[in-house]
């Protein structure tokens, strides 16, 4: 991976990348073979221009996708997404927190689940079996953190009105 210093201007860009054609989320998978839940963190970038997305492999590492537009309209364009490396997620978010407008409360969530998974300690079951299941506590807490995000990341009409109140949006 390339190393570039970023300056306060690129920082600010990155941001407003990511409050407009970002996503900043929890995932949440369930399995039978699994005793308990895995969540994972989740930061990307996806746009049609992929010179709106190479800037953030250039500074952050990961990989960028193709995604083909398969549906039968003819003249839309295809789109990139930029995946953030899950080593760098910490990192990125406290990077980009005090820049950040409408995904702050999803960034500063997500960092509570990183820090709290990083200082949490499982018990490895032994050569190949993996670790050893999460506590009820624990999951508890991660349930609690994809909850919040979800509903963050909640769309429609009054999604946001309900959040944010009538002096934004003019609802009640």
Known sequence: MLQVKMNIAEVGWQAGIIDGEGTI????????????????????VCNTDQRIIRPFKIFWGGEIYPRPDKR????????????????????FLQCMLPYL????????????????????????????KGSAPLGEEEIHFR???????????????YSRSQRYGKEIYGRP
Not at 25 to 44: A, D, F, G, V
């Open 101 to 128: 407008k409408g995904k702050k409360e999803q960034a500063s969530t997500l960092l509570r689940f990183i820090e709290n998974k990083k200082s949490f300690k499982r018990k490895c079951l032994g050569q190949g």
């Open 143 to 157: 349930e609690s953190l994809w909850v919040a995000i979800r509903l963050l990341n909640k769309k429609g009409q």
């Open 25 to 44: 989320t929890l995932s949440k998978q369930i399995r039978k073979t699994r005793p308990s839940p895995t969540y994972r963190e989740i930061i990307q």
């Open 72 to 91: 039968k309209i003819k003249n839309w364009a295809d789109s990139y997404t930029w995946h953030c490396p899950v080593s760098k997620a910490q990192q």
